[in-house]
């Protein structure tokens, strides 16, 4: 009986054998994005400087020959002359090339009298001329437009290929040159309003 008791008494104080649990494994998951991650957006471009029109003295009106005659003496002034739309209105009884004379001719005494930066696009022409045309204080630059193209379409891209800082003056009576003139932020007048500054 001793025996039985002390047996029974090691069986009791021996440590029991730990209980099988099975093994925990964890499932296989594709990777998944976290809801909350989200693409980093492409930083905007940023916008380029738009030009401004020259603003005009209170009480001048834009299509007032006083806003042509301010606007050419504006400091850093780009005036882009639209060639025959003005000549043809301004000395139409002249021939091509007489008429090309005349407008560079004023332009050049425009320029000298008010330090404008001044330029005239024609339609294309197999005519020489010179591209530069020296005066006693700048030159008046003259170009054609190439073949196939109308001078309209060179005036409106040259607009928009000039420093944004830069003020720009347009003289054309063509709506299309107008049109796209505004657009880029140019300032823009009559023919008959350059032709009486060029009178002036």
């Known amino acids: ?50 030009r401004r029109p020259a603003p005009l003295p209170p009480a001048v009106f834009d299509d007032s020959p006083e806003a042509a005659e301010h606007l050419v003496r504006v400091p850093g002034m780009i005036l882009i002359v639209d060639g025959y739309n003005v000549s043809k ?9 007489e008429q090309r004379r005349r407008l560079v001719d004023a332009l050049a005494e425009l ?20 591209a530069a045309v020296p005066t006693t204080a700048r030159a008046v630059k003259v170009s054609f437009s190439p073949p196939g193209v109308e001078a309209d379409d060179v005036v409106i891209e040259r607009v928009a290929q000039l420093p944004a800082h830069r003020p720009v003056l347009v003289a054309s009576n063509d709506r299309r040159v107008r049109q796209g003139a505004s657009r880029y932020g140019a300032n823009v007048i009559s023919t008959e309003q350059l032709m009486g500054a060029l009178r002036r």
């Not at 029974?8 to 440590?15: E, F, K």
């Not at 296989?28 to 905007?44: D, F, K, L, M, N």
């Not at 209105?89 to 090339?97: D, Q």
């Open 1 to 50: 009986r001793l025996a039985e008791t002390l047996h029974a008494a090691v069986a009791a104080l021996a440590p029991s054998p730990p209980p099988l649990v099975a093994p925990v494994t964890s499932p296989v998951t594709s990777p998944v994005t976290s809801p909350t991650a989200r693409p980093v957006p492409p930083r905007p471009a940023v916008a380029a400087p738009q």
């Open 89 to 97: 209105w301004g000395w139409p009884e002249l021939a091509l090339p």
């Open 111 to 130: 320029a000298a009298r008010t330090g404008i930066d001044a330029s005239v696009v024609f339609d294309g022409s197999d005519v020489a001329m010179p």
